[in-house]
Nanobody, 118 residues
Framework: QVQLVESGGGLVQAGGSLRLSCAAS????????MAWFRQAPGKQRELVAA???????NYADSVKGRFTISRDNAKNTVYLQMSSLKPEDAAVYYC????????????WGQGTQVTVSS
């Protein structure tokens, strides 16, 4: 079972940047489809960005052009570079991994809090 630990959140002013990291345990990280999700208070969790095993990326419309997802298989880590942050980006951010059967395998850990001040 892959364990995922998110980090890098914090308080930033609108227009600022943050880079989130998601460190994975295990030796099969490169075989997983990885994604970042976020959940704001009172809202459903939403997928923000995803990256395939081969490095193809996809983004929610709300973050296109501002967020970049990347992965370093040698470090078992996936990143989310967030720029031009807006107050509506404030949320708890989570990463997850999807296996070949199509199942998200993480049990949604603590995530990392992103707060954006206006």
């Amino acid at each position: 079972q892959v364990q995922l630990v998110e980090s890098g959140g914090g308080l930033v002013q609108a227009g600022g940047s943050l880079r989130l990291s998601c460190a994975a345990s295990g030796r099969t990280f490169s075989s997983y489809f990885m994604a970042w999700f976020r959940q704001a208070p009172g809202k459903q969790r939403e997928l923000v960005a995803a990256i395939t095993q081969g490095g193809t990326t996809n983004y929610a419309d709300s973050v296109k052009g501002r967020f970049t997802i990347s992965r370093d298989n040698a470090k078992n880590t996936v990143y989310l570079q967030m720029s031009s942050l807006k107050p509506e980006d404030a949320a708890v951010y989570y990463c997850n991994a999807r296996n070949s059967a199509g199942y998200w395998i993480s049990s949604w850990g603590q995530g990392t809090q992103v707060t954006v001040s206006s």
